[in-house]
């Protein structure tokens, strides 16, 4: 097994193993939580927090399991960072419960030495120096100083120790930030959006690590991305959450056999109209469109022709067919189906 | 193995605070004047009062300008150092270590705070103890009382600046609400002596004390130095209202706690 598809082998882990399936549709307005008897890291239950009147996160609960890489995917402003920095203790929630390692983490910081941060937009005293700042991190955490060189060259950045952290440039500090978060060796990791200031080498350096720390550590990942294909690339499960709410979460593989076998693509020029005559075949569970057509998706099972149906609403509406194509083949599809909204 | 997360967020913070000493080392060089100006003209000065009320007069000759530095440096440690750690993101950083948000504000105030008053301490005893050895152990009580009254209205301001500025998440505008409190206390003093002569009164006087308690003590102690005798507290009196102003103090830094501990989200 190689590093060069972390989505393989962070699959490998211990739920596949284990043969659990961990699906769930969720209704926005009664999430649901997987249950499957794994030992969850974080759980978070009917959590609500508004800004003012902007209400952030709306009812969203969620499990994160033991040795999982947990995407939280969703576009911005659904509500990812709310719920991270609640899981974190730097937020305290409106109403709902969190707990992590089974305490409530803003009461609790003692649990924050089992958990490592990487912050969407990473900050440390910029003038202290890269290995002296982690060292001064292994004493606060009171692990070996010998840790902070450790992690640095976990993360290919033992070659500027003695820079200083407002030196590095935006991927560097972004490794600083995930070495950091590793120092003390936390059996949770989670990472905020840890790839929006890399380009795409250093986004796939980054995800390759968290692949591979996975692998080699055991550790638990929650990691939050709006670019969905990135999570494609690690996650085992994701937690799908757009305006608040949790739309869907789940096993990758077992979300796209869910929702994305079975879904027809038209490209139209008129999607609202021809969705609208889509809807009354009796079949049809879903017909959402979008800026480029309509996502359909067919309840189970029974024999019907949907190509031939949505050929004869299309004519007898009027409505020009540009293109009709069955199957997914990423996240993107699966959010837009899950959620009916595109990614932005 | 337990960590010492309060020590080392204290050393890193005073690290970035104190990194260029430029305010402390001017204010040393002012203290080192005064030792010059002290072996030049004489050490107890020319005041003509009791030898509390000259102790008293010393000893706020020599805290005047540290006092000033003081309050520069405590208002840039936090309004400046703190705010810029709320608004860039280093105080989420330290949230996210095992440490309770009570301690680190404690490990950034013992930097911010603490260390400028020590400076300021030890610069303006050092400079006290040279040239005025006899004043400091024949007269203790004016002394400290004369330091007490010194630093309670700088403290009120620094613990005004550092509430406003937690819940504003930034320090710039409250960089100069603190410089703006701070002179403008002095004018207000002026202005409100000129009202209570015009009324006969020493009610204004009475009630702007209690924010800054060193014009009570120095009512008490250099009544005769005042046009006025609208005015003229006893020692108890004078006292009360120094320890009015640091309760009133101790609230607002209170506050300050309870908001950054309950109520800050980052």
């Not at chain 1, 203790?89 to 089992?114: H, K, M, Q, T, Y």
């Not at chain 1, 789940?250 to 005559?277: C, F, H, I, K, Q």
């Not at chain 2, 706020?60 to 703190?82: D, E, Q």
Request: a negative charge; glycine letters at 10%; charged letters at 20%.
């Amino acid at each position: 097994m190689t590093l060069d598809d972390p989505r393989q082998v962070a699959r490998t882990g211990s739920n596949a193993e284990r043969g659990e399936s961990n699906l769930h549709r969720c209704e926005p307005a009664q999430a649901l939580i997987s249950g499957c008897g794994t030992m969850s890291v974080a759980s978070i239950r009917d959590l609500s927090k508004s800004y003012g009147s902007v209400l952030a996160v709306d009812g969203l609960s969620l499990e994160i399991e033991e040795g999982a890489v947990m995407g939280l995917i969703g576009p911005n402003g659904a509500g990812k960072t709310t719920t991270i920095k609640v899981l974190l203790g730097l937020l305290s929630p409106d109403s709902g419960e969190v707990e992590v390692f089974g305490e409530d983490p803003w009461d609790n910081p003692r649990i924050r030495a089992r958990v490592g941060t990487v912050h969407e937009k990473s900050s440390f005293p910029l003038h202290q120096k890269v290995l002296g700042y982690l060292e001064s991190a292994c004493r606060i955490y009171g692990v070996p100083e010998s840790r902070a060189a450790e992690a640095l060259r976990e993360v290919d950045l033992d070659d500027v120790p003695q820079r200083r952290v407002g030196e590095l440039s935006a991927g560097m500090l972004q490794k600083f930030a995930i070495a950091h978060a590793l120092v003390h060796e936390p059996e949770f990791i989670v990472a905020d959006e840890p790839t929006s200031n890399l380009d795409p080498r250093g986004r796939n350096e980054l995800l390759d690590l968290i692949a591979r720390l996975n692998r080699e550590t055991g550790a638990t990942f929650l990691v939050s991305s709006h670019i969905l294909s990135e999570l494609n690339r690690i996650c085992r499960s994701v937690a799908i959450i757009s305006r608040g709410r949790l739309w869907a979460q789940g096993d990758v593989d077992e979300l796209w056999s869910r929702y994305g076998a079975g879904v027809t693509r038209v490209s139209t020029d008129r999607p609202e109209l021809l969705a609208d005559r889509i809807r009354e075949l009796e079949y049809v569970e879903i017909a959402e469109v979008d800026s480029t057509g309509i996502s359909i998706r067919e309840v189970a099972g029974g024999d019907r022709d949907l190509y031939g149906d949505v050929l004869r609403l299309a004519r007898e509406a009027g409505v020009r067919i540009t293109g009709i194509e069955t199957g997914t083949s990423s996240l993107e599809e699966l959010f837009r189906i899950a959620t009916g909204e595109g990614d932005n | 193995m337990s960590g010492r997360p309060f020590l080392e967020i204290l050393s890193s913070v005073a690290g970035e605070e104190y990194r260029f000493p430029i305010l402390e080392v001017f204010a040393a060089l002012f203290a080192l004047g005064t030792l010059v100006l002290a072996g030049a003209f004489g050490s107890t000065g020319h005041f003509a009062g009791t030898e509390e009320g000259a102790a008293f007069a010393l000893v706020n000759s020599l805290t005047g300008l540290p006092v000033m530095v003081l309050v520069v440096l405590m208002l840039k440690n936090i309004a400046y150092g703190l705010g810029n750690d709320l608004e860039s993101g280093v105080i989420r950083t330290y949230l996210s270590y095992p440490l309770r948000r009570s301690s680190l504000l404690s490990a950034r105030l013992v930097s911010s705070i603490g260390i400028g008053l020590l400076l300021f301490l030890g610069i303006s005893l050092l400079a006290l103890v040279i040239t005025s050895t006899e004043t400091i152990l024949s007269q203790p009580v004016p002394v400290a009382l004369c330091y007490l009254g010194a630093l309670c209205y700088p403290l009120l301001i620094v613990a005004l600046v550092l509430l406003l500025t937690l819940v504003m998440g930034r320090g710039g505008p409250t960089l100069l609400v603190g410089i703006l409190l701070y002179f403008a206390s002095g004018i207000l003093t002026s202005l409100l002596g000129f009202l209570g002569a015009a009324l006969g009164s020493g009610l204004p006087l009475r009630v702007f004390a209690v924010i800054r308690p060193d014009i009570a003590l120095q009512r008490h102690y250099t009544t005769g130095m005042f046009a006025d005798d609208l005015w003229v507290p006893t020692l108890a009196e004078a006292v009360t209202y120094t320890a009015l102003g640091y309760l009133l103090v101790a609230l607002v830094f209170a506050v300050a706690y309870l908001y950054f501990s309950r109520r800050l989200e980052t």
